[in-house]
């Protein structure tokens, strides 16, 4: 999906309602995101933090993890919605980017709200120019 305001339309809702799952006593953060595949399903996830800091799991990789175990066909989902609070608007971590750029679609377009008024919103490419690919 193209448009970023008919994107936020559709999925606002589902990732402010993803982040309220949220695992975060560390943090505090509630992140929320969806995926938006090619046929119009939507999957979804949050961050899960751990007292062993660095298993934390952010909300991005969660619902690309979920998509791919649900059957989503990796490179095909072309949007991605992310919803957090705790962040003024949150610009994905670069392990979130990395996941994204080999999961996603090429021209994927990622969006990241506080609100629905007042978001961010960038192309995969424009995230993680030169991704990591093994040849
Ligand atoms: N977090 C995400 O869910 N996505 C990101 O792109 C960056 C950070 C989460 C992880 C942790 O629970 C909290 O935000 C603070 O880092």
């Known amino acids: 999906m193209r448009d970023t305001k008919a994107a936020?339309?559709?999925l606002y809702a589902q990732a402010k309602s993803a982040?309220?799952?949220a695992y975060s006593p560390y943090s505090g953060a509630r992140v929320g995101a969806v995926v938006l595949d090619q046929d119009g399903v939507i999957y979804s996830g949050c961050n899960v933090e751990n007292a062993s800091y660095g298993l934390t799991q952010c909300a991005e990789r969660n619902a690309l993890a979920a998509a791919v175990s649900a059957g989503?066909?990796?490179g095909t989902a072309d949007t991605l919605l992310i919803y957090a609070t705790g962040f003024e608007v949150l610009a994905p971590c670069g392990a979130c980017r990395q996941v994204m750029s080999e999961l996603l679609a090429d021209n994927a377009l990622i969006i990241s709200c506080h609100s629905e008024t007042d978001f961010d919103s960038w192309p995969i490419g424009e995230l993680l120019p030169h991704s990591f690919v093994l040849s």
């Open 72 to 74: 989503m066909k990796p």
């Open 8 to 10: 936020i339309e559709k």
């Open 19 to 21: 982040s309220e799952n």
